[in-house]
C-alpha cells in the first residue's frame, strides 16, 4: 500500500491495523539533540485514547507508547524512531456480520475496488486507530517546535448545532471538559445533544479549530508547496475530515475586498496586521500572524440505526452496526489535527533552512569555527 509516508525532511511512515498486534511510526529526519521521553509522546495519545468518556468507544486500551530506537540518554539520535503501541483489546467477532457487507460511509466498498481484498475488522487500515502513529509523530514534531517558541493550541469549536462564539473563548476550559471546547458551558450543551443522539442510535459531527502562535514569517513556498495547502492536506488526510478552511475560510466568498485585506503596521523592526482575516498565511507563506484553521469532522459512521446497504453479491441489505463506537469523533480527533499541524510545520520550517545563502553561510561559518 502506498501513501502511508508523510513529509520531506521531517518524514513519518505509519504502519499497523486496527485489530492487528500493534500501531505504529517511524519518524525520519528528527534532528539529534531533543530531549525526548516515552512519557512526552504518552501526553499525547492519552488526549485520543478510546474510553475517555460517555462519548468515546468503550474499548479499553492502554495506548503506552514504546519507543524502539532512535532515543539515548533521553535525546534524539538523529537516527529514525520507531514508536510501538500494542493493541491489547481487539472484537473482531464485533465484526464477522459485516464480513461480505458494505457499510455506509466506510471505506468498506472502495477498499474492495481498489485492492480486491480487505480486512474487515474495524476497518483494519482505514480505521481511525491507524492515527495512533500519526499522534505519537506529532507529539516529538510540537516538542521541537516548542524549542522554537511556536505554540499549537486545538480544541473543538463545534458540535452539532452547538457553536462556541470566540467572544466567549477561555482556553483554560478546553482540559476542563471532555469535549475539549474552550467553554464549560457549551460543552454542557454539545454533552446534552450527544445524549440525544444516543438515544436516537445516531451520531454527530463538528469542528475542530487550530491556533498556531510563535510562527516567523515566510516559511512554506509559493506554488505547489503552499503553507496552506500543506495544510489542507495534512487535515483531509484525517479519515473524517470533510472541509479545511484557514483564516475566514468561506466566509471571505461573502466579504469586499476593503473589508477583507488585512492593513499591514510596523512597530520598530516588527511587521505585524490589524486583522488576520488571511489566517495568517499570504502567497502560500507564513506572514507572522497566528495560523488560524478548522477541520469540518463528519458524524462517526457507524450507528446501530437500520441503514440500507448491499453486500458483495449486489444484493440489499438491512444493517445495523453494534459494538464499541464513538457517537461522536471530534474530541479525539482535536489532538489529531494538532499533531498533523505540528508535523506539517516541523517539515517546512527544516525547509526553509535552505531558502537563503545567509542561513546556509551563517550556519557553516559557524560551524567551521568551532
Not at 471532555?178 to 450543551?189: E, F, H, K, T, V
Request: charged share 20%; proline share 4%.
Amino acid at each position: 500500500m502506498a501513501g502511508s509516508i508523510y513529509g520531506t525532511l521531517f518524514q513519518i511512515s505509519t504502519w499497523g491495523e486496527s485489530h492487528g498486534y500493534g500501531i505504529g511510526v517511524t519518524i525520519d529526519g528528527c534532528p539529534a539533540g531533543l530531549p525526548l521521553t516515552e512519557a512526552d509522546i504518552q501526553t499525547f495519545l492519552d488526549r485520543r485514547k478510546p474510553g475517555q468518556s460517555r462519548f468515546t468507544t468503550k474499548r479499553k486500551e492502554s495506548d503506552k507508547a514504546l519507543i524502539l530506537s532512535g532515543i539515548f540518554d533521553g535525546y534524539t539520535t538523529g537516527t529514525p524512531i520507531s514508536i510501538l503501541v500494542k493493541n491489547k483489546d481487539q472484537r473482531s467477532r464485533d465484526y464477522g456480520t459485516i464480513l461480505n457487507t458494505y457499510r455506509p460511509g466506510h471505506a468498506d466498498y472502495t477498499f474492495d475496488a481498489k485492492y480486491g481484498i480487505r480486512d474487515y475488522r474495524g476497518g483494519g487500515r482505514s480505521s481511525g486507530r491507524e492515527t495512533i502513529g500519526r499522534v505519537a509523530a506529532g507529539a516529538i514534531a510540537s516538542k521541537l517546535l516548542t524549542q522554537l517558541g511556536i505554540r499549537i493550541t486545538a480544541y473543538t469549536k463545534a458540535i452539532g448545532p452547538v457553536t462556541v462564539p470566540e467572544s466567549d473563548y477561555d482556553y483554560a476550559c478546553i482540559s476542563q471538559n471532555s469535549l475539549y471546547m474552550p467553554d464549560n458551558s457549551y460543552a454542557r450543551q454539545a454533552s446534552e445533544y450527544l445524549e440525544k443522539c444516543i438515544t436516537e442510535q445516531d451520531s454527530a459531527g463538528g469542528i475542530i479549530e487550530c491556533i498556531v502562535t510563535g510562527m516567523p514569517a515566510g516559511i512554506g513556498e509559493t506554488v505547489f508547496e503552499k503553507l496552506d495547502a500543506n495544510l489542507a492536506k495534512a487535515l483531509m488526510s484525517i479519515g473524517a475530515v470533510k472541509g479545511v478552511e484557514i483564516g475566514d475560510g468561506f466566509q471571505a466568498a461573502k466579504a469586499l475586498g476593503s473589508s477583507n485585506n488585512d492593513a499591514f503596521c510596523a512597530s520598530g523592526d516588527r511587521v505585524s496586521k490589524r486583522t488576520n482575516h488571511s489566517g495568517g498565511i499570504l502567497g502560500g507563506m507564513s506572514d507572522g500572524s497566528p495560523i488560524i484553521l478548522r477541520a469540518a469532522i463528519k458524524p462517526t459512521p457507524s450507528i446501530a440505526q437500520p441503514q440500507e446497504t448491499i453486500d458483495k453479491s449486489r444484493s440489499p441489505v438491512s444493517l445495523s452496526i453494534h459494538g464499541r463506537h464513538d457517537p461522536v469523533i471530534v474530541p479525539r480527533a482535536v489532538v489529531v489535527v494538532e499533531s498533523m499541524t505540528a508535523l506539517t510545520l516541523a517539515d517546512l520550517l527544516m525547509i526553509n533552512m535552505s531558502a537563503r545563502m545567509d542561513s546556509l553561510i551563517g550556519f557553516y561559518r559557524r560551524e567551521l569555527h568551532c
